[in-house]
């Protein structure tokens, strides 16, 4: 220990914020993550994320509980031995595909949203880029790649069995610290060594030491960078958790469970057990906030017509909020819906079949009916942004109606992807306050639809663009599937072997 803390007794750098990103188009810089690249310094929330979304609960709460004695190691034995508790508690016997998945789906959001603008601003003018890190690098690759454009990453090896599953242990040399990281730096380059190393605590100081220019990131408060700024924005991604999960909010978020389960309980009893026209005074009573706009056309038996309300897709509860917001209840139907959600369901929900005519003739037989609500996007998207509408419903009916809806919760995500699908609507009701806001916006002239020779696309293309500026998000040109592919590697149809556990 005593020639490992001689080792990097260095000169101190330069901050960041002296370093010019000027022609740097050619130049190959190497940075670390945490504390560098972003402003947490803290890799705590990212093993949290992989725990409870690669593990279970379980795995998450033994490693809230060991997290001080990782943070003792770290701070007064070595980062290293801190380091390797983390890892220990969070990847033991977890499937390495679990981990990929987190890795994929997860971890990319929350990163995001903590980028160093400094820090960000010379690493993206450089026109190669590394990351060298003390994070497993199974766990941020992904992110690093994609979003950051970087060219590779350097960071700490887990043992995996030839079962596929991690051991909990690291390969040699151990976890990338200090001069580990220096001799990382060095084996990848050779003699070719990075143009500019950046980092922010005294044991980046050695791997620094070997590139020609060299930057501190000092801890202060900074704001993160905007998302749209990155190399590729973070559109879709999964999880439960809407906050970044620091000690604190892990255990207050552990603490909230149970008090949110009870309330999600007595919200959906409540709901369900009273008239439509009373459900708006239920929501008042228990913390949910509606705010309605726009002015919802009448319903068939106040003299109006039967309509199609085209909305765009945050949850799984659209249809059913549109319905309190209308204060009489519409039909909905769905590409794919749990046997549970559809149990329980308040309102009628059809499943489609994905077969063009045969649905086609059955939302016309819906139609007939009464009102009825289609989320055309056939998925949900957190982020501000509306994937691409299918045309089908514009073939069906001139009297359309866009709904613009937006939602906002404190603590749990009510959608997922990897995850059980029928807890989606009892995980928005464990929200203290869910916030939804339901936009009517004016039904659509006879001109913009196929009597008035406009075709099935335009129409639906011209409906995105009109909730898009109604909400203020971007329209897409990505599909149900894109979002599957890239979250899940699959189609995300719920099929029916699938259907009495709700997975998906």
Request: hydrophobic fraction near 40%.
């Amino acid at each position: 220990m005593r020639n490992s803390k001689r080792s990097i007794r260095m000169p101190p750098f330069e901050y960041i914020e002296r370093c010019s990103s000027e022609k740097r188009e050619t130049q190959a810089v190497v940075a670390d993550l945490d504390g560098t690249l972003t402003r947490g310094r803290s890799s705590f929330p990212y093993f949290f994320l992989v725990a409870l979304e690669g593990g279970s609960l379980l795995r998450a709460i033994v490693l809230t509980v060991f997290s001080p004695l990782a943070w003792v190691l770290y701070h007064f034995v070595s980062e290293a031995a801190g380091i390797q508790v983390l890892i220990f508690f969070s990847f033991a016997g977890l499937r390495v595909r679990d981990i990929e998945a987190v890795a994929r789906a997860v971890l990319p959001k929350f990163y995001a949203d903590d980028v160093h603008p400094e820090t960000w601003r010379v690493f993206s003018s450089c026109g190669k880029r590394y990351v060298v890190t003390a994070n497993p690098r199974i766990m941020v690759e992904a992110f690093v790649n994609v979003h950051l454009g970087a060219h590779k990453v350097l960071g700490t090896e887990i043992q995996v069995t030839k079962g596929g599953r991690a051991t909990g242990f690291v390969k040699n040399p151990g976890v990338l610290v200090g001069i580990r990281k220096r001799n990382a730096v060095k084996a990848e380059f050779g003699d070719q060594l990075p143009d500019i190393a950046i980092g922010d605590r005294i044991t980046d100081y050695p791997f620094m030491s070997l590139c020609k220019e060299g930057y501190i990131v000092p801890s202060r408060r900074v704001d993160a960078v905007p998302m749209h700024k990155l190399s590729k924005p973070v559109i879709f991604h999964d999880g439960r958790l809407v906050h970044h999960p620091t000690p604190l909010v892990a255990l207050l978020t552990f603490l909230w469970f149970p008090v949110g389960v009870v309330l999600a309980l007595v919200r959906t009893i409540a709901c369900m057990s009273v008239p439509v026209r009373c459900v708006p005074l239920v929501y008042k009573l228990s913390g949910i906030r509606l705010i309605v706009k726009g002015t919802p056309p009448p319903s068939v038996a106040a003299g109006g017509h039967r309509v199609l309300f085209v909305c765009c897709h945050r949850t799984v509860l659209d249809p059913v909020v549109l319905s309190v917001a209308l204060v009489r209840k519409v039909t909905t139907v769905t590409y794919s819906i749990s046997r549970f959600t559809e149990m329980i369901s308040p309102i009628k929900a059809v499943r489609l079949s994905r077969n063009r005519e045969v649905d086609a003739a059955h939302i016309s037989t819906l139609l007939q009916e009464g009102d009825l609500a289609i989320c055309p996007e056939g998925t949900t998207c957190r982020e501000p942004f509306l994937l691409r509408f299918s045309a089908l419903f514009a073939e069906l009916t001139d009297k359309i109606v866009p709904v613009a809806i937006s939602c906002k919760f404190g603590v749990f995500h009510g959608t997922t992807v990897r995850g059980y699908k029928g807890w989606d609507p009892f995980f928005c009701m464990m929200n203290p306050i869910p916030r939804y806001e339901v936009t009517f916006l004016d039904q659509l002239p006879l001109e913009m639809t196929c009597a008035g020779n406009k075709s099935p696309i335009e129409i639906a293309n011209h409906i995105q663009k009109a909730i898009s500026d109604a909400l203020g998000y971007e329209c897409t040109s990505f599909t149900r599937k894109d979002k599957y592919k890239i979250l899940a590697g699959s189609d995300g149809f719920v099929r029916d072997r699938t259907d009495k556990s709700g997975k998906e």
